[in-house]
């Protein structure tokens, strides 16, 4: 990170993985608010309930692989025999763990569906069990290709499936195949991008069966310890709309959905930075290489800060506008939800889900579990608290209160592991300032037109990031790695 080329490497992939990340956002901003259309509120909550479910299933049907083929490839990467025979086991073992997992949802559809007192789940977790095997493949895909750095490869397959299911939902929901047709479109997009993907790493697979029970342990025994901690971060991320949907109607998951749809955003740049950090951390503390270590994360926090703190304040400002133009009228009820879910989003993405998976780096995943397991336990209380007093506003604060909890016991564990230090007095001035920003818009807002207050008090912050919050060094590196992206277009 000190030299120029390492420095500039780490800022394209973070640049791939970002633009694999909105890309799959944005396609999620053109489904939800078409099925929101066609379907109604009610049929996008269904949708929304299908993904929650294929999100917290896949944690089983992975059971940590992606993040095991991520760690052990990248370690490996020397010896191309032992990384093939890596890949092999791993893949195998996922495509065994998916379809597992989807006959399990097949199995248990009438349960599940009584749960949520909807009938009609029942009808489409056939057609989604179907998705398991493709998509615990397709990640361990995407796990190779992040562990061996190629981020374009990541990237274009990520970019792939968001396209390719985005393509498939709606052509199936277009031509009115309701709710199963857009979950059908789901499994044949996961189908179709996993053998994709599998095409693309045909190179780094070895057919020999030399080492593969031994390579499957292996894998299994850190991904179950990396699956722990992925489980209760899903389950602290998705509880809300569990709980949403056992203690109130499909609508309300969908008002919900599009206001944690918009909220997505925030962790984009953050999760980029991420999936750059948990290798390059492991390499730097193998190396024993702590300055670089801690510049690295210092920097890693601090850029992020600097991008989703003014885009908290833009959306915040402007949430019922861009929600109602979104999604339609009606939709202008989940505004007060997403400025809640804005506040943990900003100072979560800000600090610790950039460095998110230092500790692991380490050698340290079950500590991550722990903390996760502490905010999924915060998280799924007050759910069962707030959300019957306070519908999805009550969801919305419990989400919030455990993720920024959640964020600081992390921190702690950063400081007292790795030989970092933290720039409290930086952190408190860029949050601070764009607290009284937010109260500035609060009290002029009631006397001026909010479009040309909330713009004036957004560009003033950007300038005082620019300006204040990015140093003379930071600024010159975007400057010249702009000038290189743009030469080399």
Not at 18 to 34: D, E, N, T
Not at 48 to 66: K, R
Not at 105 to 124: H, K, L, S, T
Not at 183 to 210: D, M
Request: net charge positive.
């Amino acid at each position: 990170m000190t030299e120029a080329g390492p420095g500039r490497r780490f800022t394209l992939d973070v640049g791939w993985v970002l633009l694999s990340s909105v890309a799959a956002l944005l396609a999620g901003f053109l489904v939800r608010p078409l099925l929101a259309r066609w379907l109604g509120a009610d049929g996008l909550g269904l949708y929304s309930l299908a993904i929650t479910i294929l999100s917290m299933g896949l944690l089983l049907g992975n059971f940590g692989l992606s993040q095991s083929i991520l760690k052990y490839v990248a370690e490996d990467r020397d010896n191309r025999d032992k990384a093939a025979r890596i890949v092999l086991s791993g893949f195998s073992v996922s495509i065994v763990l998916g379809a597992a997992c989807g006959v399990l949802v097949y199995v248990f559809r009438g349960p599940i569906a009584d749960f949520f007192d909807m009938p009609e789940v029942a009808d489409f977790l056939p057609i989604l069990a179907l998705a398991f095997p493709f998509y615990s493949l397709f990640t361990s895909t995407t796990g190779l290709f992040n562990g061996l750095r190629q981020m374009r490869t990541y990237a274009f397959l990520v970019m792939g499936q968001s396209v390719l299911r985005t393509v498939v939902v709606l052509v199936l929901a277009g031509i009115g195949a309701g709710v199963k047709g857009a979950v059908g479109g789901v499994v044949v997009s996961a189908a179709a991008i996993s053998l994709l993907g599998l095409f693309a790493s045909r190179h780094l697979i070895r057919t020999s069966l030399e080492g593969w029970a031994q390579n499957a342990r292996r894998l299994l025994s850190f991904g179950g310890r990396m699956f722990a901690a992925d489980a209760t971060n899903v389950i602290a991320n998705r509880i809300d709309v569990v709980v949403i949907g056992y203690y109130m109607a499909a609508d309300d998951i969908g008002y919900y959905s599009a206001a944690a749809l918009v909220a997505t955003f925030f962790p984009l740049l953050p999760g980029a930075i991420q999936r750059i950090t948990f290798p390059a951390a492991s390499q730097l503390w193998a190396q024993k290489d702590y300055q670089t270590l801690a510049r690295m994360i210092d920097k890693s926090m601090k850029y992020s800060t600097c991008v989703i703190a003014p885009l908290g304040l833009v959306v915040g400002f402007f949430a019922k506008d861009i929600l109602t133009t979104v999604f339609g009228a009606g939709f202008d009820v989940a505004a007060a939800p997403l400025c809640v879910l804005l506040i943990a989003r900003v100072l979560r993405g800000g600090t610790a889900v950039p460095i998110g998976n230092v500790i692991p780096a380490i050698g340290r995943p079950d500590l991550n579990f722990k903390i996760e397991l502490i905010g999924a336990g915060l998280n799924v209380g007050l759910n069962i608290l707030l959300i019957p007093r306070y519908g999805i506003l009550g969801a919305a604060i419990a989400t919030t209160i455990s993720l920024v909890a959640g964020a600081a016991i992390f921190l702690i564990f950063v400081l007292k592991l790795l030989p970092v230090r933290i720039d409290i007095k930086w952190y408190v001035s860029a949050f601070g300032t764009a607290l009284i920003a937010v109260l500035a818009y609060w009290g002029i807002s009631a006397l001026v037109n909010h479009y040309v207050v909330g713009a004036v008090i957004a560009l003033l912050y950007i300038a005082l990031v620019v300006g204040h919050f990015l140093t003379k060094e930071d600024r010159h590196m975007f400057t010249s790695l702009a000038y290189s992206l743009i030469r080399r277009g």
